[in-house]
């Protein structure tokens, strides 16, 4: 219990004002069906966060410490840059778009959570419960429930949220927190 509880805590708290929290705000809007939303990003952590508990120390290995924060801050830019790219379309989320909210928010959720703060947290707890199954199973238990805890209810206010604010400033305003956290990121080596 205590893996779980500690898991969920700390994807809650890390989850606030995250990039994936403000892409299931897009999602929202985009497609105005939260509970499809809702169970694709339950779907999308799942995956992300099991793979991040059992393959993540495996990776640590593999990429050199120093590389990390770049390759973050890194995705960091790209998103933000991206993000002012017009669609092709009038309302394209990209080609993932055209199979629906579900797989959308699939494709797009694991994308996004992948170097994010909440996977390496996974990664972490992980390796502090290590204990068997059953302990790794709770931390990718209590952080899906954290991720959904954190998202669920920006994902059912999304749409009226988006509704009274222009999507063009919104990407705008996207893009430099974007563009911010990279910075951070980088300003915060060592």
Same mark, same amino acid.
């Given at each position: 219990?205590?893996?779980?509880?500690?898991?969920?805590?700390?994807?809650?708290? !890390?989850?606030? $004002?995250?990039?994936?929290?403000? +892409?299931? *705000?897009?999602?929202?809007a985009?497609? =105005?069906?939260?509970?499809i &939303?809702?169970?694709?990003?339950l779907?999308?952590?799942?995956?992300?966060h099991?793979?991040s508990?059992?393959l993540?120390?495996?990776?640590?290995?593999?990429?050199?410490?120093?590389?990390?924060?770049?390759?973050?801050?890194?995705?960091?830019?790209a998103?933000?840059?991206?993000?002012?790219?017009?669609?092709?379309?009038?309302?394209?989320?990209?080609?993932? !778009?055209?199979? $629906?909210p579900?797989?959308?928010? +699939?494709? *797009?959720f694991?994308?996004?959570?992948? =170097?994010?703060?909440?996977? &390496?947290?996974t990664?972490?707890?992980?390796?502090?419960?290590?204990?068997?199954?059953w302990?790794?199973c709770?931390?990718i238990?209590?952080?899906?429930?954290?991720m959904?805890?954190?998202?669920?209810?920006?994902?059912?206010?999304?749409?009226?949220l988006?509704?009274?604010?222009?999507?063009?400033?919104?990407?705008?305003?996207?893009?430099?927190?974007?563009?911010?956290?990279?910075?951070v990121?980088?300003?915060?080596?060592?």
């Amino acid at each position: 219990m205590e893996a779980f509880l500690s898991s969920t805590f700390a994807v809650a708290i !890390a989850e606030v $004002g995250d990039k994936t929290q403000l +892409l299931a *705000l897009f999602l929202a809007a985009r497609y =105005g069906r939260p509970y499809i &939303i809702s169970l694709g990003v339950l779907v999308a952590t799942l995956v992300n966060h099991a793979l991040s508990a059992w393959l993540g120390t495996v990776l640590a290995d593999v990429i050199p410490a120093e590389w990390i924060r770049w390759i973050i801050a890194g995705s960091f830019f790209a998103i933000g840059l991206w993000l002012l790219i017009p669609d092709k379309e009038d309302d394209n989320m990209g080609r993932f !778009a055209n199979y $629906g909210p579900f797989v959308a928010t +699939l494709v *797009l959720f694991f994308l996004a959570e992948i =170097g994010d703060k909440t996977q &390496i947290a996974t990664v972490i707890l992980a390796a502090k419960y290590n204990a068997d199954i059953w302990m790794t199973c709770a931390v990718i238990a209590g952080t899906t429930f954290g991720m959904l805890l954190a998202n669920v209810p920006v994902i059912f206010a999304g749409k009226w949220l988006m509704d009274k604010l222009p999507l063009g400033l919104a990407h705008k305003a996207a893009c430099v927190l974007f563009i911010l956290l990279g910075i951070v990121t980088l300003v915060g080596m060592d």
